[in-house]
């Protein structure tokens, strides 16, 4: 009895600690995927708990960096918000690295499409991004 009592237990912390492994991204504007016509003046990540932003980096397609501003507190927080520079048409993607409150470390990305302003591309050529969602990828 006492053998199965703390299988349990340990079957609980198991799964809450799995349950806490698994902060992802909830939130962000421009949102995952989405394409936008005007270019966005702030980046917004909303994360599904408190976490730390270990490390940040946004890149068009032609892998060219779009510097961002690293919060200077150290402290947990959902959401964080980053001013942009001003963006040019292209395919852009946020790779993350936060640390969770029980100090997992994860790494995730998100990507949107910027669009020419004014242009109805999509009566035009089809674009090529891969607009699926890759959910899941930054529970690694
Ligand atoms: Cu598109």
New binding site residues.
């Given amino acids: 009895m006492k053998l199965f009592n703390s299988a349990l237990v340990a079957t609980g912390l198991f799964l809450s600690g799995s349950a806490l492994a698994h902060v992802g991204l909830s939130d962000s504007m421009p949102a995952n995927g989405s394409?936008v016509s005007q270019a966005p003046t702030t980046l917004q990540l909303t994360f599904t708990a408190p976490v730390r932003l270990v490390k940040l980096t946004m890149q068009d397609e032609k892998q060219q960096s779009i510097p961002l501003t690293l919060p200077s507190s150290a402290t947990s927080q959902e959401a964080f918000s980053f001013s942009l520079p001003a963006l040019n048409a292209a395919n852009y993607t946020v790779n993350w690295m936060i640390m969770s409150d029980d100090g997992h470390k994860m790494k995730g990305n998100m990507s949107f499409?910027l669009?020419n302003a004014g242009m109805n591309?999509?009566s035009a050529t089809p674009?090529s991004?891969d607009?699926d969602t890759k959910e899941h990828t930054e529970h690694q």
Avoid: A, E, I, L
Wanted: cysteine-free; overall charge neutral; hydrophobic content about 50%.
């Fill in positions: 394409m499409m669009h591309t999509h674009m991004m607009h």
